[in-house]
């Protein structure tokens, strides 16, 4: 069983009424209806819960964190942002969802800026499977189309991703690295691109589909905690004199 917690600022969805007509109840609980299953059970978690949501016992019964926030970044408590990234360090998955870009748990993980270009004008996104053999896309087709989303340009003012998934074309003529995947510590992390709050994206079967297959794939590996620091020897060491 995988336990995944999606956590959303939950500002849009009860501010403006075009983003409430898409998420009644709010992106993450769009989410969680679409990645839960068999094996996957599901919490949320939002800004306005004491500490986030994000209390270190939540953080601890977590596999993996699902990230998406827009306006409120920077209501984001310094103290919960290092517990998070602490946790991805010690193994948890984090996916970071759109605007989750310029988070401060993502701009923390990365080291960067995280900046990019942007325009809202309603175009056509085509989202190419560019490691066919990668997990995440794993049942997709060759390429996924959105008919209406927010554009995301190139540069994306990250480092360079440790795997690129899929690659975004928008119909003005920009394209960007949508799937990228980073390694750090023992925390697998994914971002994908798609997903601003006034179009239904997160009711679209393919993009649940690179979410679900997200999830899987950044879930913890179980692999034992590395030893660092001065190491006895494993085999009596021969004097060399
Ligand atoms: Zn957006």
Redesign the pocket.
């Known amino acids: 069983m995988i336990r995944v917690t999606v956590w959303n600022e939950f500002q849009h969805e009860k501010e403006n009424e075009t983003v409430r007509s898409v998420y009644p109840d709010g992106i993450h609980m769009a989410l969680a209806r679409g990645i839960a299953g068999d094996q996957v059970q599901v919490r949320t978690a939002t800004l306005e819960e004491p500490e986030h949501g994000l209390t270190q016992e939540v953080l601890d019964e977590t596999d993996v964190l699902l990230w998406w926030g827009?306006k409120a970044h920077d209501q984001v408590q310094d103290e919960i942002v290092e517990r998070v990234k602490q946790r991805v360090l010690a193994g948890m998955g984090l996916i970071v969802l759109?605007?989750g870009h310029f988070s401060k748990v993502f701009q923390s993980l990365m080291g960067t800026g995280c900046d990019l270009k942007?325009r809202?004008a309603d175009e056509k996104e085509r989202i190419w499977i560019v490691n066919p053999a990668h997990p995440i896309a794993a049942g997709l087709p060759e390429y996924i189309t959105l008919d209406q989303e927010?554009m995301y340009g190139e540069h994306f003012d990250i480092p360079a991703p440790d795997e690129l998934v899929m690659i975004s074309w928008f119909e003005g003529g920009e394209v960007f690295r949508s799937g990228c995947t980073f390694y750090r510590g023992q925390g697998k992390i994914f971002y994908f691109r798609p997903?601003?709050?006034t179009y239904p994206t997160y009711h679209h079967p393919q993009v649940l589909q690179v979410i679900r297959n997200g999830v899987q794939w950044a879930a913890p590996s179980g692999t034992a905690a590395p030893v660092r620091g001065h190491h006895q020897p494993l085999e009596p060491i021969k004097s060399k004199n």
């Open positions: 827009h759109h605007s942007w809202e927010e997903g601003h709050e």
